[in-house]
């Protein structure tokens, strides 16, 4: 596995890559690489012939009161995974080289940036939206994989590539979940044992609504407040928002048509946990 | 000359150029083509293996109040003088391809595009940098070529392209002007003969800034004092804007320390005129 750091190696590389036929699989990261992101290296995998993973902890997309600082580091036990999975180019490089200190322009997405998770993150999709902008533009991949953990943000990367004409593929990969149904998440690493325990509560609610979907409630504000009540309430989880909303607009719903996206964000102490199922 | 109006035949017709390892130089117009356009075109010329011209008249870049209905539109014109110049392809898309109604991705090139022609055209580099992203995503040239004339929208262009790692040359090309001094531009076609009489005086103001810099003058408010009161007020011309800068950041500068740009954006009736100057 090449590893490389500088972003002009990089476009090199990768140039030198399109220009032989053969087809680019990028997969973004932030490191703490758990099986979920081995799932985005899989379907990468299958899909192209070579495979670039980034592990870039990108401080634009963490708000000042956020976790940028303490987020888990571990470069070297990632890369043993990358190189397990066959990944052909492993793409590290510096905060000062990708976030120089005169940055003026970012990539804005609108009101998707703005809902959910935007609400209380203000600016988070901007950082997340530009960031990756410059990586497809540094690697001009074919394809682009990202989890559907994160559903917001590869809707938000979808809606930009088509905006601003990027050419990219991008392939959602379903959520990696433990036995107890909770989502692999690098931010899983702050539970204490306890919390851990209480944590499968936030896909016990996303199960619960859908039984009541299933059962013929068309009201959203009903199953809301029986996710909050039966069952986050029953727990330490401190409700950031629980939201019903149209899978590619993320305008509210007030009463169910299906599909809708489910989407919960809560914490656990100081640890944010989101989730989200599709119905 | 092709003409080309689907931007994924564009696309594709670029990848193809870009894998034969054939170099391509952009010129994105919005028509109503003059000699400053047709000097873009022989640099781009001069440095292409492919030259690719777009004419694109950009309603994100106008404000509501602006000229964007009445701008000078002349498609055959404009091809015929492009076909002269041997130019490879004309890209000419649809506002309905190009803007689509839910558009929501924009670039945003923070403080550099609010100081300037910013300031009375809020959003207007927003829109300019957004447009020149799409047309870079989608045809992927080596380099691009700008006017001096706009030379705020290719510093920004510039700075956008590093920002967001881009990886296009921007190559900007001098300001054409007439026998009288006026830089040649599309909306010089709006002015009665009387007003175009008095249009030179634009320039006459930046030539007088630079003697006055050249005889020792250190106090950007003098030399703008002067150029309002000698110059401009003895003309129709009401100004929008005269401003001493840094060429690269655009900060005003309050003491002359060479290079400066000086810029200048004044109204002749409805039609509103910029010129500028390195010193």
Redo the contacts between chains.
């Keep these: 596995m090449l590893v490389i750091t500088d972003?002009q190696k990089m476009?090199k590389y990768c140039a030198s890559i399109s220009?032989k036929?053969l087809s680019i699989g990028f997969v973004p990261t932030m490191g703490a690489l758990h099986e979920g992101h081995l799932e985005l290296v899989k379907a990468a995998k299958k899909r192209s012939d070579v495979v670039i993973v980034s592990i870039f902890v990108n401080p634009i997309q963490f708000g000042p009161k956020e976790d940028f600082k303490k987020y888990p580091r571990d470069i070297k036990k990632d890369a043993a995974l990358l190189k397990k999975e066959k990944v052909d180019v492993l793409f590290n490089p510096s905060v000062e080289d990708m976030i120089p200190k005169d940055?003026?322009?970012?990539?804005?997405?609108?009101?998707?940036g703005d809902v959910l998770c935007g609400t209380s993150r203000p600016g988070h999709f901007r950082g997340v939206?530009?960031i990756v902008?410059?990586f497809f533009?540094?690697i001009?991949p074919d394809t682009a994989f990202f989890g559907a953990k994160d559903f917001q943000q590869q809707a938000i990367i979808r809606?930009?590539v088509k905006?601003?004409?990027?050419?990219v593929e991008i392939v959602t990969v379903a959520t990696v979940r433990e036995k107890s149904g909770l989502a692999k998440s690098s931010r899983n690493a702050y539970l204490s044992a306890e919390q851990r325990a209480q944590a499968p509560a936030l896909y016990a609610s996303l199960l619960l609504a859908k039984r009541m979907i299933a059962a013929g409630e068309k009201s959203a504000s009903k199953i809301i407040v029986a996710i909050k009540k039966n069952i986050l309430s029953r727990t330490d989880f401190v409700v950031d928002y629980v939201s019903i909303v149209d899978s590619e607009t993320f305008e509210e719903k007030k009463t169910i048509k299906r599909p809708v996206l489910i989407a919960v964000a809560a914490y656990l102490g100081k640890t944010r946990l989101i989730d989200n199922i599709l119905v």
Tied chains: 1, 2.
């Design positions: 972003p476009r220009r036929g940055l003026l322009s970012y990539v804005e997405v609108g009101k998707m939206a530009t902008a410059k533009n540094i001009r809606k930009m905006d601003l004409d990027m050419g």
